[in-house]
């Protein structure tokens, strides 16, 4: 009976969200903005309810065009789109967002991707308005701006950005933005963890909303090390899974693994061999492609049965030990699409006066060679998680046969996991990804193969059991930087 599949959450699944609204011209954005500058992190999104507008019939389209059509009602926003959404990306899942072009008063045929966020701010003049959204929010902002200042923020707005005329500003500002502030937007006040007068220029709250966001990821970032431990722990009794394939251990194979390892080798002969080696490793990656059945007749006139790729196939590179596969795959299979995953791994280090100072940890000394810096760090290094940083998938992925992701290495494996976990919530099916490793520590493995007992990895080599036996040195070694 095989082993129960085990369940694994990353970072960005349960995302915090900040709910930002206040009256039209409030300076919502501009506090959005301002708090993102504050916490400097590359996973925190701002998604704007102006999205999210209803599409409008040909008739309110003609009524939009004489400034007469109700913008500022809750009745214009489609909310079970918006709360689809955001339950989507609470959830951890990809979620594609509308575009609403203000000049053509419609949604354009294109959307925007949004997936992996840690902190979402959601900005709209009805940000706190739906019950159902007030359900999933972490904080509660409201943005307080007199009057005046709101309108002629508007008009600024509206001219420069929308195209509209002064007349028809102000025509909407009495007829629709002034009541409806009344009637809809200020009672949310009341709903509010924080209201923030003079938007950006209030920078102590700005920083209260910052600390209290950073807080919350310190801790989300201790449990999700502490989840990557259970797995571990979880995994370490089972068996291999039958979906690891090891090279066979040829005389050649085992050569090129000698040689590979030796600390003196040059890098020109390093690249020689490891590519030799990767080719071997793509090759076999690729028997686990689709192929049909077919006939070709020969240029000697007799017939030959052999096999046809039936399907796409693509390769996603985990950077930047990934890079170093790249030229046996355009070697083996010179069209296949490919895409990139950046995912660095960070450990924090206690500095000199008990501050915390973060490094990467992709890389390290290679195989013989000592670190000058291992005994100071024994007692100061805390291990980190890894932070997804960067995607860029090829288009219908879902729809390919056969999707590798390489990888030099499988040291810790947390990288990997989540590299999985990437092209999983992207569409593409667990049967259909194989991982294409050279080297790869055992409890790493079994670990990725407990959460995802569907794909296959294919392995150059299988080091020991502890997570750190295999250091990622074989990028630096194969770049030379």
Not at 218 to 243: D, F, G, I, T, Y
Not at 274 to 299: G, K, N
């Amino acid at each position: 009976m095989p082993p129960e599949r085990a369940q694994y959450s990353p970072p960005w699944a349960n995302t915090s969200i900040i709910g930002i609204a206040g009256s039209s011209g409030s300076g919502k954005t501009s506090l959005a903005l301002a708090i993102c500058a504050s916490l400097n992190l590359p996973w925190v999104v701002i998604l704007s309810m102006d999205s999210f507008y209803n599409p409008l019939t040909p008739e309110q389209s003609v009524i939009a065009f004489k400034n007469e059509f109700d913008f500022d009602a809750p009745a214009a926003i489609d909310f079970d789109l918006l709360v689809d959404k955001i339950r989507d990306l609470k959830m951890g899942k990809k979620a594609d967002v509308p575009i609403y072009s203000f000049e053509k008063h419609a949604r354009v045929e294109q959307s925007k991707t949004v997936y992996s966020p840690h902190v979402l701010i959601l900005e709209g003049i009805f940000a706190l308005h739906d019950e159902r959204i007030l359900d999933m929010l972490d904080l509660k902002v409201f943005a307080e701006a007199d009057g005046d200042l709101c309108l002629s923020r508007r008009l600024l707005r509206d001219v420069r950005e929308r195209g509209r005329d002064i007349e028809g500003c102000i025509k909407q500002w009495f007829s629709f933005v002034k009541p409806n502030f009344h009637k809809f937007v200020e009672p949310q006040r009341e709903v509010a963890d924080l209201i923030v007068p003079r938007g950006i220029e209030n920078q102590v709250a700005i920083s209260m909303i910052s600390d209290r966001i950073r807080k919350v990821l310190a801790q989300k970032s201790k449990l999700h090390q502490v989840e990557l431990r259970r797995l571990a722990a979880h995994a370490a009794a089972n068996p291999l899974s039958s979906n690891v394939l090891m090279l066979p251990q040829t005389h050649q194979v085992r050569g090129l693994n000698t040689l590979l390892l030796d600390p003196s080798i040059s890098r020109e002969d390093f690249i020689f061999y490891f590519d030799r080696l990767a080719t071997m490793l793509i090759e076999r990656a690729l028997q686990e492609a689709p192929y049909t059945p077919t006939t070709v007749s020969t240029p000697q006139g007799t017939s030959y049965t052999g096999y046809l790729p039936c399907a796409t196939i693509s390769a996603t590179l985990l950077l930047r030990g990934g890079s170093v596969l790249e030229p046996a795959l355009r070697r083996v299979l010179p069209s296949a699409l490919t895409g990139r995953i950046l995912i660095q791994t960070a450990t924090r280090k206690h500095g000199p006066h008990g501050g915390l100072l973060s490094r990467s940890s992709s890389s390290g000394p290679g195989p013989g060679e000592e670190d000058p810096d291992a005994e100071s760090d024994k007692e100061l290094d805390i291990p980190g998680e890894p932070e997804l940083h960067y995607r860029g998938l090829p288009r219908d992925l879902p729809s390919h046969g056969l999707v590798l992701l390489l990888d030099s290495q499988i040291s810790s494996g947390g990288a990997a996991l989540m590299a999985v976990r990437v092209l999983v919530d992207h569409g593409v099916e667990e049967s259909k990804i194989v991982f294409v490793t050279w080297c790869a520590a055992m409890r790493p493995v079994k670990r990725l193969m407990a959460v995802f007992p569907d794909i296959k990895v294919v392995v150059g080599r299988m080091g020991g059991e502890e997570e750190r036996d295999e250091k990622r040195w074989v990028a630096d070694k194969y770049l030379g930087c």
